[in-house]
């Protein structure tokens, strides 16, 4: 490796000069993250000395990182978190994906030509999340992706009047009526955490032109109120990943048409009572029977620990151990990205239940995704 000395905010720090990935956060803990205060105005232009950077992650406040993104056209994605912005402006980068959380109820976003997906993270408060969108294009070259939409943080998009991809990340209620205004979808994906209830599924007739349309873990909608393939003239993809067999049987009959089917996960009403609460039940199916039985496992045995009503020092011991319980995994055969993300959110369930447990001596969220944060290595 050769070493390069990145100084952000005073603290110097040695990296691997090839890197193409750098998170900037809190705490390190991986070789690809640098440790620095998230409240002060860092010097972006130490990591020039990184040629090959194309994808920076930064957890902080700092509104400088859109002017070095301005000037480091290598850099294609970036996901920046703990702003407190109510509008972001990246409309002259060359930006290709951007994520960021929505730091007030009203957010406002002005995209590049360049951007191929939007990211909008779940909401820390819950409540209504507005948000604007000024795109070149009207959205019509664009994905946007929305994560954790819940009934308590219901999200509305404007202006993108010709959207063409939808995604609904690690969503617990989707109601179709809602996005009616949005008839130029061409694909729809709604992947739910551990279930989506899709509401008002007759109006997926609303998107005429949807292509693709994939549904993972949508064991709740009303399967009598399916349209039919008609309704969905340019339908060509359907993709259904964990559901029941009313459901596949209802989509069969009135998609069958389609030209590419794959329903997948029919799942029993014993089978969802028995693993429903577990978010790695699918990794068997998606990534082999040894590792989803060791992430299952690792859920399995940090939940019974803390139902226990552990001390806080038992509590920080036993998420640690699933964190590296995965970093185990990493090492073979490897994590990939939705992997990671789904860790992550797995992480903040268990912080849940241990604040529901230990109440107000459990760990805060900072110090506990702290601890995430540098002992994970995926």
């Known amino acids: 490796m050769a ?19 750098v998170w900037l956060q809190k705490t390190a803990g991986s070789p690809i993250a640098v440790a620095v205060d998230p409240t002060k105005k860092l010097n972006w232009s130490t990591l020039d000395q990184l040629k090959a950077l194309s994808e920076l992650s930064y957890d902080g406040a700092d509104d400088g990182v859109i002017a070095y993104v301005r000037t480091r056209e290598t850099v294609k994605h970036l996901m920046w978190t703990g702003h407190a912005c109510s509008k972001i402006d990246v409309a002259s980068t060359q930006l290709s994906q951007l994520g960021l959380d929505p730091s007030q109820p009203t957010f406002t976003v002005r995209t590049p030509k360049t951007l191929q997906e939007l990211r909008i993270y779940a909401p820390k ?21 929305l994560f954790g939409a819940t009934p308590a943080s219901p999200v509305s998009v404007n202006g993108v009047g010709k959207l063409g991809t939808l995604r609904f990340w690690f969503a617990r209620e ?3 009526a809602k996005w009616r205004m949005h008839p130029t979808l061409r694909e729809l994906e709604i992947m739910g955490d551990p279930i989506c209830v899709v509401k008002s599924i007759e109006h997926l007739a609303t998107f005429g032109l949807l292509t693709t349309l994939t549904l993972r873990n ?6 009598s109120a399916l349209p039919d393939a008609k309704k969905l ?34 799942r029993t009403p014993a089978w969802l009572a028995a693993n429903l609460d577990n978010p790695f039940r699918e990794w068997a199916d998606e990534y082999g029977a040894s590792v989803g039985a060791a992430a299952s496992k690792a859920w399995r045995m940090a939940l019974e620990a803390l139902e226990k009503k552990p001390t806080p020092a038992k509590v920080k011991a036993e998420l640690v151990t699933f964190v590296k319980a995965f970093n185990a995994l990493d090492k073979k055969p490897g994590l990939d990205t939705i992997q990671a993300e789904e860790i992550s959110e797995a992480y903040d369930r268990l912080l849940e239940r241990a604040s529901k447990t230990l109440g107000k001596s459990a760990p805060s969220d900072e110090n506990a995704r702290s601890w995430f944060e540098k002992e994970r290595s995926f």
């Not at 009959?253 to 590419?260: P, Q, Y």
């Open 125 to 145: 408060k819950k409540g209504p999340l507005k948000i604007a969108i000024d795109d070149p294009r009207d959205g019509s070259e664009l994905a946007l992706t």
């Open 233 to 266: 003239p340019k339908l060509a993809r359907l993709a259904v990943d964990g559901t029941t067999k009313e459901i596949a049987d209802a989509l069969r009959a009135k998609l069958g048409s389609v030209k590419s089917i794959e329903i997948r996960g029919i």
């Open 174 to 176: 989707i109601d179709l």
């Open 3 to 21: 070493g390069v000395t990145v100084e952000l905010d005073g603290a110097a720090h040695v990296v691997d000069s090839s890197l193409w990935r």
């Open 218 to 223: 949508c064991y709740e909608l009303d399967a």
